[in-house]
């Protein structure tokens, strides 16, 4: 007898926190340039213990309007709400799969761009001074097209790119990089879906790929709910502080 009521209770306490998750949103990860899917793990990590279902897109990094209709068609799968999250150019993707997504909820910009309609990345990230990225680029790689595949040098990636994580993990990240084409870089918005989804930003104050100066510019025009500014942190402030960017969507993902 004992031993029924013990797992008639199991099986209420495993039905019940099975709908206390099943009302939690989705949270999609977008990662950016020259980074994978994989740069989201210690965040991943911290948001399932939490009882939160993940998903991480593989970002094809090919262009604003291709990836973020990808992202769009991966979103539409979910039958949950969604908080979108995108990191560095992957701003740029969740900011035009946004536009038609009516699960979306909460936008979070993890040291992110939030393009306005006809605005690139190149722009934005030239928009105030401090970038270093193109001198740290490598040998363009053609494809069909015209288009380039472009790479950060091995050599110059840690300093450029991840400055506050350890040379080994740095050293990894510069040796598994995702290339992204020169026209997502250049290509405009169609869409600027921080205008009507509430948004939220989480970036270092040492990045170098994207001046703290334009994320905060940036950030400020979005009428951000949250604005973390982590000191010392570089551009994979995902990487560095895992931590503090979960918070942050855990606070986009809890607003009723």
Do not use: C
């Amino acid at each position: 007898m004992l031993k029924m009521f013990v797992a008639a209770a199991a099986i209420t306490a495993g039905s019940f926190l099975n709908a206390y998750a099943a009302e939690k949103p989705t949270v999609v990860l977008v990662h950016g340039a020259f980074a994978d899917a994989s740069s989201w793990n210690g965040v991943i990590t911290r948001l399932e213990k939490d009882g939160y279902p993940v998903v991480a897109v593989a970002n094809p990094l090919r262009s604003v309007t291709s990836d973020g209709d990808y992202v769009r068609k991966v979103v539409a799968g979910l039958k949950t709400d969604v908080v979108l999250v995108g990191h560095s150019y992957g701003g740029s993707v969740i900011n035009e799969a946004a536009a038609d997504s009516a699960n979306v909820k909460s936008l979070v910009f993890v040291a992110a761009f939030a393009p306005d309609v006809g605005e690139t990345a190149v722009a934005l990230s030239g928009k105030f001074p401090g970038s270093t990225l193109a001198q740290t680029l490598g040998e363009p790689v053609p494809l069909d097209g015209g288009v380039k595949d472009l790479y950060i040098k091995q050599s110059a990636f840690h300093d450029q790119f991840a400055a506050d994580v350890s040379k080994a993990e740095g050293k990894l990240m510069a040796a598994t990089q995702r290339p992204i084409t020169d026209k997502a870089l250049g290509e405009a918005s169609t869409a600027a879906s921080w205008r009507k989804i509430p948004s939220w930003f989480v970036y270092g104050d040492a990045d170098k790929n994207i001046p703290p100066a334009a994320l905060a510019w940036m950030a400020e025009r979005a009428g951000s709910k949250e604005t973390v500014v982590v000191k010392g942190a570089s551009h994979v402030v995902m990487v560095s502080h895992p931590d503090k960017v979960a918070k942050v969507i855990e606070d986009a993902a809890s607003r009723k």
